[in-house]
């Protein structure tokens, strides 16, 4: 929210749906309640949108309850966040032909992404899509079927009011405000939405809908649930000093002790907005003469990630843990200049057994450094 | 240098040797001529080869960069791609995609002493540094190569540590842990030979390349010998998919193995590869 912030009643959201097709944003998203959670699906009218929906999240649990009011952003997050959409689960990176004469021939099997623009987007998604930039954009090999995919989005953020029980943002230093990451930035009020521009895209989207100033009251009245959102949020991760702390704990006994509880599932890997870890793979057609390379998610946690060909470099659970936690909240400060925690409190909400990745933090820094 | 792109290139099988019985060389050549002109790699880098229709592999680049011929792999016949490899024969294709990695410390290396520690496969990895070094001869003092093997019919290349031993100031010393009746050199682990091995403490560079507890072994034979720790250098492996840091799963610590490495000085990786599950 800034100074230049405008007010939508609630009664004419669905221009903002219908200014954003104008500008040739031909799918549109917004979080749609499905499944049991909240997804990001195509939308064409505001009232598509969670109208009245909370979110109840507790370690190992999620559930969605109907209320009372016209909100529809009074809830923290769903299963999903960016991710899906820039680094895509599964898919065809390039294919081999091979000539009946034995020549082999590459093509890339990228595709032009369509326009998306997405509405209602966290505070901690933008920050974890900022932090998957740096990985597939931003080192030595930028990756083009990211890049083009980003390129393709455009972020309507919206401020967090309604934090889970879950969410650390706070802390992580990533929400619950929308401030960075977005075209454009919203913040939900009873009678409607505050809008600001965040890149000159989200401007010229402004000017459209040609709306009046939001008033100093409405300001305050944003900033006053903004600072409820901050307050309320009781799970921190510790603050200073994390990741040379997890460093010199690498033989402490807690570690087993989480090792015991974790499934080595890998949920909190596939809902986690940064992790990027994926395994490549082929498929031939079955006539021979071509094949599909293709990359899908992984996880740290499954046995193949460290698969060495005569043996697995973390073959318990244990260890394996070890690798996620130390990776995500230390080695990340050194591969990307910060956490890999964005503070969205995933990994607790669909980790099956409910192991919270706040309360093993400070677990581990509670033990004595190793000898 | 040509930046390696996203796809892989055809390269041609133009020779292949089965050095052992599940260890064999194949010497390919990019087919485009535009790409083998432009196409240059450096010591202890490697290629992702792709088999069609099974999928890719790191494998380290054994030929002398400054050979214009063919590029030469030494690969061991261990999972589904290399199994596959393993049955191209030479006018077969594949793909290939390079090269990547940080290779060897040569310009640190240059002036100095040089050892060379490996142990099984891990020999092919610094032959091409090995190459590099002796074709500029004058360039290093001392060279110390060591080379130790499971088994005496693991051996591979034989001839040419044989040729290597005849050049000046260049100690050859080949250990098996299992010596067969012909098998002339030394019986034991790597580390025995390190007992006989020239290692000036001043100014030497030691490489080390193979299994981790060999490496790990020989390190503090070597820091006893007054070794540098600074100038001590290893070529490390693990699980790479991507080639490029994008995949993960070669993460050592914060380090990314394709890309970072797989060469490192010993103080920049020691913490990590003395733990367990990393």
């Known amino acids: 929210m800034d100074e230049h912030s405008v007010f939508l009643p609630r009664a004419e959201a669905t221009r903002l749906l219908q200014a954003l097709k104008g500008a040739g944003f031909d799918r549109i998203l917004g979080p749609v309640a499905r499944e049991g959670t909240l997804l990001f699906q195509p939308v064409k009218r505001w009232e598509e949108l969670p109208m009245g929906i909370r979110d109840v999240q507790q370690p190992g649990s999620y559930r969605l309850q109907q209320q009372e009011g016209s909100r529809c952003f009074a809830w923290a997050n769903g299963a999903q966040a960016l991710k899906p959409l820039t680094f895509t689960p599964r898919e065809i990176i390039w294919r081999a032909q091979r000539s009946v004469e034995g020549h082999l021939s590459f093509e890339s099997a990228q595709e032009s992404p369509e326009p998306t623009a997405v509405v209602g987007v966290r505070a901690c998604d933008l920050a974890a899509l900022d932090l998957q930039e740096r990985h597939f954009m931003h080192g030595r090999f930028p990756d083009p079927w990211f890049r083009k995919r980003r390129e393709a989005l455009f972020l309507v953020g919206v401020s967090c009011s309604h934090p889970?029980?879950?969410?650390?943002?706070?802390?992580?230093?990533?929400?619950?405000?929308?401030?960075?990451?977005?075209?454009?930035?919203?913040?939900?009020?009873?009678?409607?939405?505050?809008?600001?521009?965040?890149?000159?895209?989200?401007?010229?989207?402004?000017?459209?809908?040609?709306?009046?100033?939001?008033?100093?009251?409405?300001?305050?009245?944003?900033?006053?649930?903004?600072?409820?959102?901050?307050?309320?949020?009781?799970?921190?991760?510790?603050?200073?000093?994390?990741?040379?702390?997890?460093?010199?704990?690498?033989?402490?006994?807690?570690?087993?002790?989480?090792?015991?509880?974790?499934?080595?599932?890998?949920?909190?890997?596939?809902?986690?907005?940064?992790?990027?870890?994926?395994?490549?793979?082929?498929?031939?057609?079955?006539?021979?003469?071509?094949?599909?390379?293709?990359?899908?998610?992984?996880?740290?946690?499954?046995?193949?990630?460290?698969?060495?060909?005569?043996?697995?470099?973390?073959?318990?659970?244990?260890?394996?843990?070890?690798?996620?936690?130390?990776?995500?909240?230390?080695?990340?400060?050194?591969?990307?200049?910060?956490?890999?925690?964005?503070?969205?409190?995933?990994?607790?909400?669909?980790?099956?057994?409910?192991?919270?990745?706040?309360?093993?933090?400070?677990?581990?820094?509670?033990?004595?450094?190793?000898? | 240098m040509r930046e390696p792109t996203d796809l892989p290139w055809e390269a041609r099988i133009t020779s292949r040797v089965q050095e052992t019985r599940d260890i064999?060389?194949?010497?390919?050549?990019?087919?485009?001529?535009?790409?083998?002109?432009?196409?240059?790699?450096?010591?202890?880098?490697?290629?992702?080869?792709?088999?069609?229709?099974?999928?890719?592999?790191?494998?380290?680049?054994?030929?002398?960069?400054?050979?214009?011929?063919?590029?030469?792999?030494?690969?061991?016949?261990?999972?589904?791609?290399?199994?596959?490899?393993?049955?191209?024969?030479?006018?077969?294709?594949?793909?290939?995609?390079?090269?990547?990695?940080?290779?060897?410390?040569?310009?640190?290396?240059?002036?100095?002493?040089?050892?060379?520690?490996?142990?099984?496969?891990?020999?092919?990895?610094?032959?091409?540094?090995?190459?590099?070094?002796?074709?500029?001869?004058?360039?290093?003092?001392?060279?110390?190569?060591?080379?130790?093997?499971?088994?005496?019919?693991?051996?591979?290349?034989?001839?040419?540590?044989?040729?290597?031993?005849?050049?000046?100031?260049?100690?050859?010393?080949?250990?098996?842990?299992?010596?067969?009746?012909?098998?002339?050199?030394?019986?034991?682990?790597?580390?025995?030979?390190?007992?006989?091995?020239?290692?000036?403490?001043?100014d030497t560079v030691a490489v080390l390349c193979g299994p981790e507890p060999m490496m790990k072994a020989a390190i503090p034979r070597l820091l006893e010998r007054d070794v540098d720790p600074f100038h001590i250098w290893l070529s490390i492996e693990r699980n790479m998919q991507c080639g490029i840091g994008h995949c993960g799963h070669c993460q050592v610590g914060p380090h990314f193995i394709c890309q970072d490495g797989p060469v490192f000085r010993y103080p920049d990786i020691a913490d990590w590869i003395d733990r367990e599950g990393f």
């Not at chain 1, 031939?284 to 998610?297: D, I, K, V």
């Not at chain 1, 070890?322 to 080695?331: A, D, E, I, P």
């Not at chain 2, 040569?106 to 074709?135: D, E, F, H, K, T």
Request: glycine share 10%; aromatic share 8%; proline share 5%.
């Open chain 2, 24 to 202: 064999f060389s194949v010497k390919l050549e990019l087919v485009d001529p535009g790409i083998r002109e432009t196409y240059r790699s450096y010591p202890g880098q490697y290629n992702m080869l792709y088999l069609f229709g099974v999928g890719e592999v790191p494998i380290s680049i054994v030929s002398d960069p400054d050979d214009a011929g063919p590029l030469e792999h030494t690969i061991r016949a261990v999972g589904r791609v290399t199994h596959g490899l393993e049955r191209l024969r030479v006018g077969d294709t594949l793909g290939l995609r390079g090269p990547y990695g940080r290779g060897w410390p040569l310009q640190a290396a240059q002036g100095r002493n040089v050892v060379v520690i490996s142990g099984g496969l891990g020999c092919a990895p610094v032959v091409s540094m090995i190459r590099y070094m002796l074709r500029r001869r004058d360039d290093y003092g001392q060279i110390t190569i060591l080379q130790g093997v499971k088994h005496s019919n693991d051996l591979i290349w034989r001839r040419q540590y044989q040729e290597w031993e005849k050049i000046r100031d260049v100690q050859v010393l080949l250990a098996s842990d299992q010596g067969g009746p012909q098998w002339p050199f030394s019986v034991g682990n790597v580390t025995v030979l390190m007992e006989k091995a020239i290692i000036p403490p001043e």
């Open chain 1, 164 to 371: 889970a029980d879950t969410c650390f943002c706070a802390s992580t230093g990533d929400g619950p405000a929308i401030t960075r990451g977005h075209d454009l930035g919203m913040a939900e009020l009873d009678e409607g939405y505050l809008l600001w521009a965040g890149t000159q895209a989200g401007r010229t989207l402004l000017e459209r809908l040609d709306l009046d100033e939001a008033t100093a009251s409405q300001r305050r009245a944003v900033e006053k649930e903004t600072h409820q959102a901050t307050v309320t949020q009781s799970r921190t991760l510790p603050g200073r000093h994390l990741k040379q702390g997890l460093y010199e704990r690498l033989q402490a006994g807690h570690w087993a002790d989480v090792g015991e509880r974790c499934l080595s599932c890998g949920n909190c890997t596939a809902v986690c907005p940064t992790c990027f870890c994926h395994m490549e793979m082929d498929e031939p057609a079955l006539n021979g003469g071509t094949s599909e390379h293709l990359r899908q998610w992984s996880s740290c946690f499954n046995a193949e990630h460290s698969f060495m060909g005569h043996f697995v470099v973390r073959s318990d659970t244990r260890l394996r843990y070890r690798q996620w936690l130390t990776h995500k909240l230390g080695s990340w400060h050194e591969q990307y200049g910060r956490s890999g925690c964005v503070g969205c409190g995933r990994c607790i909400t669909w980790c099956p057994v409910g192991i919270d990745i706040t309360a093993e933090a400070h677990a581990l820094l509670q033990e004595a450094p190793d000898a």
